[in-house]
């Protein structure tokens, strides 16, 4: 994923990775900064109750290609 664009943020560098998900540290090429973006496993962006509990402030519903 290095290299590729989410949205507005371009990801630079896998800072991590874990049963919830891979943490990538990304550049928002809006606000020009740098931020941590969370990569949710399929199985929590497919089911609604999961999702639901995640505690990030956003929330893709689809895991980047």
């Known amino acids: 994923m290095i290299g590729k664009t989410v949205g507005q943020y371009r990801i630079t ?6 049963g919830m998900g891979e943490v990538y ?13 969370k990569v ?3 199985a929590f962006t497919s089911d609604p109750d999961r999702l639901a ?7 893709r519903s689809s895991r980047p290609a």
């Open 53 to 59: 509990r995640c505690p990030a402030r956003r929330v």
């Open 13 to 18: 560098e896998k800072l991590g990775a874990g």
């Open 40 to 42: 949710l496993p399929e």
């Open 25 to 37: 540290q990304a550049r928002d090429t809006k606000l020009d900064r740098d931020v941590a973006l």
